[in-house]
């Protein structure tokens, strides 16, 4: 086995009680690309974060080639080895590319920057990567995978003896992927560690070597890529056991009984350039149909498109048989599609305002803004959603901001429930609240669907949705990939789609 | 993941402000109010006037109208309280118009033009005003609400704009204007009051039932505190914004019309300078916060009064008037401090002996 670089031992870090690390171990062999992965909140940036000095630790150590480290800053970090690429590339377009390798650390004549030996030792590093291009050139005359490749550059000019690229494939198209790749493996030839950061599976086994699986903040374990089969990884991120989960535990949702009816909603081909490719379904009166896939997947995307929240680039969405142009969130909603976003603070609740103007906002958007709902209807509805949700709060003028994220939630719920929708898009309606509101949530999803409503319903927690749906439709990097119902629809069936090749 | 923790923290707070919501004192009702600690302010000089300058108060009668510092207090403050009332729903949806003293220069100008050089009859001056608000209103509003540009940017560019405009109608050149409508907008009486105080009085009750006996205001309130939200949950939002700055302009050009019709001319290179800047002071002063949201427009107006109370007590106590931003200043700042949710928070604590347990 190869010398190990870099040990992390036993380190945590919290923030404000949350506890975003837990005695988390990973190490790097000098020759090797390692995969770093783990769904959103699994700590994956904060482990690299603790490990460039960004965040300092609460516990744990650090050992670079047998010494221990402890960086206080990125710069610390990177002038004791440790360099980092971010996702988005971080170059100053107008300067050249000698300049934006060097920038910082020019060398300097006299007190003047010496450009002679500037251009020569950005060529060099150029070299180094095989990089045929001209270091005079402004960095904006290139192509952002050569503009990715000249931070690699600037990062490895300064001695460095692991690089952590941090998500660096999601702006690049295949081919720029591949000349990538091709820039890796070179490195990792050459004796450095790479820490790669990704959500795409497919390339982490084009191009790994091996895996650390983080989930919650604990680690989960190491393999080797070549050991660990495509539907295991999956099962680890999400947490899941991958034997166990062939038996689904008992399902809320009937077994669908609707297929017959005709469909509320039918998509066909709808696709939003950059976002989402061309995908077909359909949700029936009285039908829930989940939404899964790993982050990044599309799903909210989707769901967007559905909302009227952004422009679809192709396809047709067709509500009860009629074709709906869906221009904007107020054109869907008058159509009767409700749509509680998976952003609670950014795109829900209107934080200074009372629980009341907060749940009866659509409808009095929907109304339009001279027919005021009357101040006694509006406590009405305040009132008998407060008591029928059971929604804690000191009284319905209380700001929303006051409320718990459960409570919040379902003021937001109480606001797409009293237009009685005929379709209502649940993204990700269970993220950060208690377990008990999850319940509640999950209890009235089902009581929705008995009374004829159509639900299309997002979480990354296969478990809910195996257990509120009576169809899946699966997405993975961006397109549909399946869709599953009836006796197939299990979490492992989920997880095998989302881990199969095409 | 990061949603766990406030979460947990939350949870204690919400039932202590339970306890002590449901029975909150009187005075700490009042002190937690938005136009509380303007009207404090107001009430403080009135005080001081009171004992210190008699004659502050002196209101007589002549030719059946009433006349006194008071009236002329009110009076000054006018034009500010106009702008104000159009100023606060701007701020309130986040955003700042600073082109309304320009906006006044190009109505001035233009109304002193056509009645001057046109003869135009009163109703068809006040048509153009209107129509001059309405196209730099709608040309300001499309700029923020649909070309995306900052409204402190827009707005810049008509300030500079308009005030070039405004020279270019009249060449530069004061103009006298006599035309009776526009001069018993400014200076006539109306059962014994000033016209100009009806009028804007007039103006801030149909705004306030215009917001409040319609969703505007709420919509507007939403849309200043989280504009995303406000879109996905149905709201026009860019409609909102346009309204607001076109509402905006045409405050602006009432405004003009009435100082105008004061002091019966024109002078495009002073005629409203600056009053952006007495206006957004009004305005938060009153107690609506720059950043959007919630709005007062009974605040502005006190707002506007404390400032223009202000100004006239240091002068009348003899104050040069160069020396008079200063004081001026330091009452602005105490006002604004007293409006800060921590402080009066703690100062509601002391009085009331209720404990806010949020921030």
């Given amino acids: 086995m190869s010398e190990v670089l870099l040990q992390m031992r036993g380190v945590s870090k919290g923030f404000r009680g949350v506890q975003a690390l837990q005695k988390v171990d990973f190490t790097l062999r000098a020759g090797e690309i390692h995969a770093l992965m783990g769904e959103n909140g699994a700590g994956k940036s904060t482990l690299i974060k603790v490990l460039t000095g960004v965040h300092p630790r609460d516990s744990g150590e650090i050992f670079l080639l047998g010494k221990k480290i402890s960086p206080q800053s990125p710069r610390e970090a990177e002038e004791t080895g440790i360099s980092t690429v971010y996702q988005e590339i971080n170059l100053i377009p107008e300067l050249s590319v000698a300049e934006n390798i060097m920038i910082g650390r020019q060398p300097r004549r006299l007190g003047m920057i010496d450009w002679k030996a500037l251009n020569s030792r950005a060529r060099g590093a150029l070299k180094r990567l095989d990089l045929d291009i001209d270091p005079s050139r402004p960095v904006s005359s290139y192509s952002l995978a050569i503009q990715q490749m000249v931070s690699i550059a600037r990062a490895l000019d300064v001695n460095a003896k692991m690089l952590i690229l941090d998500e660096p494939t999601s702006s690049l198209d295949e081919k720029e992927v591949a000349e990538l790749f091709k820039l890796m493996r070179n490195l990792r030839d050459k004796g450095l560690g790479l820490v790669f950061v990704t959500h795409f599976l497919d390339q982490v086994y084009a191009v790994t070597d091996r895996i650390t699986v983080l989930r919650n903040g604990e680690l989960v374990g190491e393999y080797p890529t070549a050991e660990l089969p495509k539907l295991d990884l999956v099962a680890r991120m999400l947490g899941r056991d991958p034997v166990a989960a062939e038996h689904t535990p008992e399902r809320i949702a009937a077994a669908a009984g609707t297929s017959a009816a005709k469909p509320l909603l039918k998509v066909r081909q709808l696709g939003r350039k950059g976002a989402i490719e061309p995908l077909d379904f359909e949700i029936a009166r009285g039908e829930v149909v989940g939404l899964a896939g790993l982050l990044g997947s599309g799903r909210t995307e989707t769901a967007r498109l559905i909302a009227g929240a952004d422009r679809r680039t192709s396809g047709s969405i067709e509500i009860d048989g009629h074709p709906a142009a869906l221009s904007s969130p107020a054109a869907a909603i008058n159509l009767g599609i409700a749509f509680l976003s998976e952003d609670r603070k950014k795109e829900g609740i209107i934080p200074t305002l009372s629980v009341r103007e907060n749940l009866i906002l659509a409808m009095q958007a929907k109304r339009g803004v001279l027919r005021q709902l009357p101040a006694r209807k509006q406590e009405e509805l305040a009132a008998h959603y407060i008591k029928a949700l059971r929604i804690k709060t000191p009284s319905a003028e209380t700001p929303i901001q006051n409320l718990s994220g459960g409570n919040q939630q379902k003021v937001l719920l109480a606001r797409w429930l009293c237009l009685q929708p005929k379709l209502i898009i649940l993204d990700e309606p269970t993220r950060g609240i208690d377990v008990g509101a999850k319940a509640e949530i999950e209890k009235l999803v089902e009581s929705l669907r008995q009374e004829g409503m159509a639900v299309l319903f997002i979480s990354s927690e296969l478990e809910e949705v195996v257990r509120t749906s009576q169809r899946v439709v699966v997405l993975r990097d961006h397109r549909k990939v399946g869709e599953l119902g009836g006796p197939e629809l299990s979490e492992h069936q989920i997880m095998k789609m989302i881990a199969s090749h095409e | ?359």
Avoid at chain 2, 50 to 58: E, K, R, S
Avoid at chain 2, 92 to 116: F, K, P, Q, R, Y
Avoid at chain 2, 273 to 286: R, Y
């Fill in chain 2, 1 to 359: 993941m990061s949603n766990a923790g406030p979460q947990l923290e939350e949870r204690p707070k919400i039932q202590e402000r339970r306890k002590t919501e449901e029975r909150p004192g009187i005075g700490s009702r009042i002190l937690q109010s938005r136009p509380f600690w303007p009207l404090a302010g107001l009430g403080l000089l009135l005080g001081y006037c009171f004992f210190f300058d008699p004659g502050f108060f002196d209101i007589a009668i002549r030719d059946g109208n009433l006349h006194g510092p008071i009236l002329s207090i009110v009076r000054f403050a006018v034009m500010v309280m106009f702008i104000a009332i159009g100023m606060t729903l701007v701020i309130s949806t986040g955003g700042v118009d600073l082109s309304v003293g320009s906006v006044m220069a190009v109505v001035g100008a233009l109304v002193a033009t056509l009645a001057v050089k046109y003869q135009l009859s009163g109703p068809a001056l006040l048509g153009a005003a209107a129509g001059a608000a309405l196209v730099i209103g709608l040309f300001n509003g499309s700029l923020i609400a649909y070309a995306g540009v900052q409204p402190i940017i827009a707005t810049l560019i008509m300030m500079v704009l308009g005030r070039g405009v405004a020279l270019a109608i009249t060449g530069g050149i004061p103009l006298s204007v006599q035309d009776p409508l526009v001069l018993f907008m400014g200076k006539g009486h109306f059962l014994g009051l000033p016209v100009q105080i009806v009028l804007v009085l007039a103006f801030f009750a149909l705004a306030s039932l215009a917001c409040r006996k319609t969703a505007a205001g709420l919509f507007i309130e939403s849309v200043g505190d989280n504009e995303t939200a406000s879109r996905l949950s149905g709201i026009n939002a860019r409609g909102i914004k346009l309204l607001v700055y076109v509402f905006s302009a045409i405050c602006a050009a009432v405004a003009a019309l009435v100082y105008i019709g004061d002091v019966g001319r024109v002078e495009p290179d002073q005629l409203g300078l600056l009053l952006e800047l007495d206006a957004i002071t009004a305005v938060v002063v009153g107690g609506t916060v720059l950043t959007g949201g919630r709005f007062t427009l009974l605040g502005s107006l006190i707002g506007a009064l404390l400032i223009q109370t202000l100004t006239t007590v240091l002068i009348r106590a003899g104050m040069p008037s160069d020396v008079a931003p200063v004081p001026k200043a330091l009452v602005i700042i105490t006002v604004c401090l007293m409006q800060s949710p921590k402080l009066r928070g703690q100062f509601a604590g002391l009085f009331g002996g209720f404990r806010r347990t949020t921030t």
